[in-house]
Antibody, heavy 117, light 110 residues
Framework: EVQLLESGGGLVQPGGSLRLSCAASGFTFGSYAMSWVRQAPGKGLEWVSL????????YYVDSVKGRFTISRDNSKNTLYLQMNSLRAEDTAVYYC??????????WGQGTMVTVSS | QSVLTQAPSVSAAPGQKVTISCSGS????????VSWYQQFPGTGPKLLIY???DRPSGIPDRFSGSKSGTSATLGITGLQTGDEADYYC???????????FGGGTKVTVL
């Protein structure tokens, strides 16, 4: 079964750091680009970052550039999101998603990140 | 403000049809494929439509997608109570060099 399982969320103070992980199973992980998408409480979906299958290309939404870093370890079938200098507006459920062509065909259940003092 | 524009809500009676529009620009919908996602409260999104009008296996043909110019549309026929959810359109924006979503449309079955 194709599955994505996020972890690493939690409560962090403004200015703090957190690293999210996304464990993939059921498909050839390194063959697919992966994304992080977040959803603030009661709000819509917001794309955060994308990484190519090899990890050689990365893309970010402007609001997280310079603060977040996406990476992957294809030997461990795991996607990461290192989040630094966290702000209250980063509070959201963070989903990882597998890219298939121009769409995201598999999504995880999400992990909640709360930035608050 | 979302780059792609969707109506906040739409409603119809069971068995009826609803359409959800997604309006963009020449740098996103006008240039790239559109996909549609269904999301129930507390769960991750589910892919409904990809490449404008294709359905993944397992998605009933009650769901359909289309694109014209800088707009896309999701149609749901034979509306069921189980279709009550939020629906999002998404595509790549070649100017922003990033993925963009619509603000989401909540479907209510009366």
């Amino acid at each position: 079964e194709v599955q994505l399982l996020e972890s690493g969320g939690g409560l962090v103070q403004p200015g703090g750091s957190l690293r999210l992980s996304c464990a993939a199973s059921g498909f050839t992980f390194g063959s697919y680009a992966m994304s992080w998408v977040r959803q603030a409480p009661g709000k819509g979906l917001e794309w955060v970052s994308l990484i190519s299958g090899s990890g050689g290309s990365t893309y970010y939404v402007d609001s997280v550039k310079g603060r977040f870093t996406i990476s992957r370890d294809n030997s461990k079938n795991t996607l990461y999101l290192q989040m630094n200098s966290l702000r209250a507006e980063d509070t959201a459920v963070y989903y990882c998603a597998k890219k298939k062509g121009d769409a995201s065909d598999i999504w995880g259940q999400g992990t909640m990140v709360t930035v608050s003092s | 403000q979302s780059v792609l524009t969707q109506a906040p809500s739409v409603s119809a009676a069971p068995g009826q049809k609803v359409t959800i529009s997604c309006s963009g620009s020449s740098s996103n919908i006008g240039k790239n494929y559109v996909s549609w996602y269904q999301q129930f409260p507390g769960t991750g999104p589910k892919l409904l439509i990809y490449e404008n009008d294709d359905r993944p296996s397992g998605i009933p043909d009650r769901f359909s997608g289309s694109k014209s110019g800088t707009s896309a549309t999701l149609g749901i026929t034979g509306l069921q109570t189980g279709d009550e959810a939020d629906y999002y359109c998404g595509t790549w924006d070649s100017s922003l060099n990033g993925w963009v979503f619509g603000g989401g449309t909540k479907v209510t079955v009366l």
